[in-house]
Each structure stands twice: as C-alpha cells, then as structure tokens.
C-alpha cells in the first residue's frame, strides 16, 4: 500500500508540474501576442484567436508579413459597406508604402483544384483507405475582386485628395494554409497572387521591390484612420453580414440540389451533343428569376429550353 500512495503522489507532482509549464507556456505567449497589431485592432485574446480556424488564418497571415521591410499598417476584419445596404468582410488589409495589400485567408486542408474564371473551387480531402471527400467553395479569386472593388468605391467616396484617389494600386493574394496542396490552380492574368503561406513573405517581397514606394508615411496613416472604423464593427453588423452569408449559402445549395436532381434524370437529353439537361435559374437578363433546362456540357454546348407555363 506505501508503494501505491508513492506512485500515485508522483503522479500527482508530475501532474502539478506539466500543468504549471503549459500555464506558463501559455501566459508568456499571450503576453507577447498582446503587443501585436493583430490584437491591438482585433481585441480577440490569443485563445480565442486559436479556438477559431479562419481568425488563427489571419493570425498566421500577419505573423508572415509583419517582418517586411518598409512602413505599413494592419487591419483586420474590415466590414466595407455595398451598394445594396449588406456589408462584405476583408481578411487582412496591409497598407504599405508600395501600396494596398487584399488578403484573402483560406485556412484549408487537402487539395485545391481551381481556375481564374470558374464561380467555384474544389477542395478534396482524404478520408481514409484510398477515398476522398469533395466539396467546393466559391472561387477566392473573385470574392477577393468583389472585396477591392468595395474597398476602391469606399475609399473614393471618403477621400479628398483627388490625387491620392487615383494613385493607389491594390494588390490581391489569396493565401491558403501550409496544410493543403495546390494541386491544379490555373491562372489566366497576372493580376491575382494564388499562395500558401509559407510563401507569403516572398511573394509580398517580390511584389514590394517592383512597385517601389508610391505611398508617404502621411497617407499611409490617413488611409489607415480611413479604414480603422470598419475594423471595429458591433456585434449587430456582424450578425446581420453572417446572416446575409449563410442565407447566400442556403440559395446557392438549393440551386445546386435542384442542377443535380435534373442531371439524374436520364430522360433528360441534351438533343445536340447528349449530355444531360440540368434545371438551372436565369440570375441575369430579362428572364432572370425563371428556370430553365441547359447542357451540362455548357458552354461547350449552349442549348437551352424552357419550362412549360413560364
């Protein structure tokens, strides 16, 4: 019986000590991680920066970045405001003398199949004895464009100097975790920056030695005072972009149900080339709300037809 309290108050001491390690493990690591830019504008403590995978991006983005040469200043989370009175979200925004930087984080895992101009990526995972998982997202690419875009008309809209206005470059990196593998990402200008991580500070590097200084220390901080605002969003903006997300989510999974339920139908024969006609719904034009049948094999083949009763 001596034997066994002894063991079990060792245990109990090497317990006391790996517990007394991690807590001073994780108070030193906080302490520092508080004097950086991403807490300062995002206010998040470290632990809830790592117990969410997108902000832990973001993070890491940033930790990449804040070694560069050159003056630049860190935002985060910015809520730029959209015609249509909904809101989008910008990752990391790096304003630095060679101009403005749009990062877009992806924190994914596996492999990455894209092209420039496709609506949607692909993202396959392994699950175990030789099969894979697919599943697809909307292409980065564009969703950065829409974040620049948004950022331009915001800018010019609070800007006065003219000049300023019309001398901002904007570069757009798309930056995917060091745990997945960009297996097929094809790019067709010269205008986007598709990258993991690990890659970030050359990339950024690179780009920064091209375009030179264009910006002063001056406009950097007025364009940082310009955007700060957006940083610091309540909690009711941020529910309401959320909700907007998720229910731009909900139709484009409905739409999708309703192409894949039509492909099934092995009725349904595209009389040109064969293929299967898919239900799709108009989203532009003067038919935009109606459904109609069109080729799977679009736009190889652009057949088309109608719905009876519409």
Not at 43 to 59: P, T, V, W
Not at 155 to 173: H, V
Request: aromatic share 14%; hydrophobic share 35%; proline share 3%.
């Amino acid at each position: 019986m001596p034997y066994i309290a002894s063991f079990y108050l060792d245990l109990l001491y090497v317990i006391l000590i790996i517990t007394a390690l991690f807590i001073l493990t994780y108070a030193v690591i906080s302490h520092f991680y508080k004097k950086t830019e991403y807490y300062c504008v995002t206010h998040l403590s470290y632990l809830q920066m790592r117990l969410d995978k997108g902000r832990a991006g973001e993070y890491y983005t940033y930790k990449y970045l804040k070694s560069l040469s050159g003056t630049r200043r860190f935002l985060f989370n910015c809520y730029l405001p959209k015609d249509d009175g909904s809101t989008t979200e910008i990752d990391v925004i790096m304003i630095h003398e060679s101009g403005i930087y749009v990062f877009e984080s992806k924190n994914f895992s596996g492999w990455i199949f894209g092209t420039e101009t496709q609506p949607k990526w692909t993202q396959t995972l392994s699950v175990g004895k030789g099969k894979s998982q697919k599943y697809s997202f909307f292409n980065p690419i564009m969703q950065n464009k829409g974040h620049i875009k948004w950022l331009q008309t915001y800018l010019e809209s609070t800007l006065s100097d003219i000049s300023l206005k019309s001398s901002l470059p904007f570069y757009s990196f798309i930056v995917f975790s060091d745990r997945c593998t960009l297996k097929n990402i094809k790019l067709t200008s010269d205008s986007h920056f598709v990258i993991n991580r690990y890659n970030i500070f050359s990339a950024v590097s690179s780009q920064i030695n091209k375009s030179g200084v264009i910006l002063s220390q001056d406009k950097i901080e007025l364009l940082y005072e310009k955007l700060y605002p957006l940083s610091q969003a309540d909690n009711s903006l941020k529910m309401a972009h959320n909700e907007n997300v998720q229910q731009k989510r909900s139709i484009s999974k409905s739409e999708a149900t309703d192409t894949s339920t039509a492909s099934a139908d092995s009725e349904s024969i595209c009389p040109r080339c064969g293929g299967h006609l898919v239900l799709r719904t108009a989203n532009k034009g003067k038919h935009i709300g109606q459904r109609f049948y069109g080729c799977s094999n679009y736009p190889r083949c652009r057949y088309t037809s109608t719905i009876d009763g519409q």
